[in-house]
């Protein structure tokens, strides 16, 4: 089975540019989540949708970031002007919450780096 | 969310079980614990979750004290690729309700 799929792997870009992130979720599942790992704040969540509608947005750093859900099986996370500090390891991760014990799948990230 | 504490670190010699402990003395009924790992370079790896019962499945073992104030998670054999980070995390069981990963355990498996 195919776990959540994210691309790119690993972007390099140029402060002020958009960055663009995307997240398949793991067919099936109703909720998506996106964190963000720094050396400095470790792992953080920064959105939440459930069937595909954002239900906590709280941690999202500024207006500079957006994310949206199209569909059940894509995600974007986008970063307008990026910035150098916005330079971490971005997870998107899904889940089938059925509000019992749900279980969060990772993908395996994307390396951002802003020059 | 109830806070955990872990050890900053630990080494285990392959083939033998590694035991890295949790404590969660605030934890509420309703809130459950959870571990991950995360590999280097890799995304967290749901590993094993539990309430108040002990629970066993193909990657570990997760030991819950009666009053549910402090968890071991087992490793029963470490091979190499068990080196990771190890986040214990308590979870109310609710829509939306995310993960907050601390610091975790460095398990460092030895030859």
């Known amino acids: 089975d195919a776990g959540v799929i994210q691309s790119p792997r690993h972007e390099v870009t140029e402060m002020g540019q958009e960055v663009t992130l995307r997240c398949k979720p793991i067919?099936?599942?109703?909720?998506l989540f996106w964190y963000r790992q720094t050396m400095m704040r470790g792992l953080e969540l920064l959105i939440y949708?459930?069937?595909?509608?954002?239900?906590?947005d709280s941690g999202m750093p500024e207006d500079r970031f957006s994310a949206k859900m199209p569909n059940a099986s894509f995600s974007t996370l986008k970063i307008q002007p990026s910035e150098p500090r916005d330079s971490a390891v971005y997870f998107c991760?899904?889940?089938?919450?059925?509000?019992?014990?749900?279980?969060?799948?990772f993908g395996p990230g994307t390396r951002l780096t802003v020059l | 969310d109830a806070k955990t504490t872990q050890p900053t670190s630990m080494d285990c010699a392959e083939g033998r079980a590694a035991n890295l402990p949790c404590n969660h003395s605030?934890?509420?009924?309703?809130?459950?614990v959870y571990w991950y790992r995360q590999i280097h370079s890799q995304g967290p790896q749901y590993i094993i979750h539990?309430?108040?019962n002990n629970e066993t499945n193909e990657m570990a073992s997760l030991i819950i004290t009666e009053d549910r104030k402090s968890s071991t998670l087992i490793l029963p054999h470490a091979t190499l690729r068990d080196t990771a980070v190890y986040y214990c995390?308590?979870?109310?069981?609710?829509?939306?309700?995310?993960?907050?990963f601390g610091a975790g355990t460095i398990l460092r498996v030895k030859s």
């Open positions: 991760a899904s889940s089938l919450e059925t509000g019992g014990s749900d279980t969060q799948y």
């Open positions: 067919s099936g599942h109703n909720s």
């Open positions: 949708f459930n069937n595909n509608v954002p239900i906590d």
């Open positions: 605030t934890i509420s009924g309703n809130e459950y």
């Open positions: 539990g309430l108040k």
């Open positions: 995390i308590v979870r109310v069981a609710e829509y939306g309700n995310k993960l907050v």
